[in-house]
């Protein structure tokens, strides 16, 4: 069975400009996270779907970053325009069940803002 | 979402010795999880816990859920190399918002 694809796997961009991540989870799985980590952090939820629709987007910075999964499948993360604390990796993760069960990561997209 | 605090947050071992981390809570947790992130990797599920005092053992791994599903713990009995990386704590939410919330994890350095 395939993993959770992510890409891009590693991306620098400088302040103000903008960048998108793709996510293309397990397949079958209803429920797509994004999260942020920070270097030597936990991941931080930053919006949560249920098919395509958002479930939870509270921590999502939402003058600079935006989410969708159109077709209820695969997702995509943009940044825009991207600060310097935006560096860190950007984990996709997909589940089967919504509230319980286990999060199946991708390898995640390493953002460097210069 | 439901905060988990960790302790530590490093733990520095000597190879063959053993090593816990902790995770507290000050609500009650409806389940906790743990994951394990290798250095450069991404973050794999070990195990769920749901049940008050519940404990689990994979191999030289054994968890625990508190009587009053507030903590939980992770032990590892006798450390190799290969168990160097960062442990997550995990709960769900609940309600509405029901979004997977981690602990800021604790970072095991096994020296040989």
């Known amino acids: 069975e395939a993993g959770v694809a992510q890409s891009p796997r590693y991306k620098i961009i400088e302040k103000r400009q903008s960048v998108a991540f793709w996510c293309n989870p397990i397949s079958g799985h209803a429920t797509l996270y994004w999260y942020q980590q920070i270097l030597g952090q936990g991941p931080k939820l930053l919006i949560q779907f249920q098919n395509n629709g958002v479930v939870d987007d509270s921590q999502l910075p939402k003058d600079r970053f935006s989410a969708e999964r159109l077709k209820g499948v695969d997702s995509t993360l943009k940044i825009q325009p991207a600060k310097l604390e935006d560096s860190a990796v950007y984990l996709c993760a997909s589940s089967p069940y919504r509230g319980t069960g286990e999060l199946f990561f991708g390898e995640g997209s390493r953002l460097t803002v210069l | 979402g439901q905060q988990v605090m960790q302790i530590p947050q490093y733990q520095h071992v000597q190879e063959g010795e053993d090593f816990t981390t902790y995770c507290n809570s000050s609500?009650?947790?409806?389940?906790i999880q743990w994951y394990k992130q290798r250095p450069g990797g991404h973050p794999v599920f070990l195990i769920q816990l749901v049940k008050s005092g519940e404990v689990k053992k994979q191999k030289r791994l054994t968890f625990q859920f508190g009587e009053a599903k507030k903590n939980s713990s992770l032990h590892i009995t006798a450390t190799q190399t290969t168990d160097v990386g960062t442990y997550f704590c995990a709960s769900y939410s609940g309600g509405g918002a029901d979004g997977l919330t981690f602990g800021k994890g604790t970072h095991l350095i096994i020296q040989p």
């Open positions: 609500t009650t947790l409806s389940n």
